[in-house]
């Protein structure tokens, strides 16, 4: 059983930073992909970022391109999401994901493994 473990959610003015966390109980080397992506109330979750195993692949959505950095530490299987200049269009619960799948992958039907989700609030 695989288990992903994010942290750092809160609330936080518009224009502040948050740091996230993900935490996973197997090397995050085992997965080629790991990602962040983000529900709000009443819309479908959608992708925030992604970065392949060695980090030198990412892809952002356009919404928090130049604003958001994902990384990853294998060394401690930790992936992290850096938010910056946040807005209270970024409200949402935050999912940390990994797939089994040993290519790279932004769609979020090839993620298998979810965390339980963080808060994030951004207030105006």
Do not use: H
Not at 2 to 19: C, F, M, N, P
Not at 51 to 65: M, P
């Amino acid at each position: 059983q695989v288990q992903l473990v994010e942290s750092g959610g809160g609330l936080v003015q518009a224009g502040g930073s948050l740091g996230l966390s993900c935490a996973t109980s197997r090397r995050t080397s085992s997965f080629y992909t790991m990602a962040w992506f983000r529900q709000a109330p009443g819309k479908e979750r959608e992708l925030v970022a992604t970065i392949n195993r060695s980090g030198g692949i990412t892809d952002y959505a356009d919404s928090v391109k130049g604003r958001f950095t994902i990384a990853r530490d294998n060394a401690k299987n930790t992936v992290y999401l850096q938010m910056n200049s946040l807005k209270p269009e970024d409200t949402a619960v935050y999912y940390c994901a990994a797939t089994n799948r040993q290519y790279y992958s932004t769609q979020i039907r090839n993620y298998d493994y979810w965390g339980q989700g963080t808060q994030v609030t951004v207030s105006s």
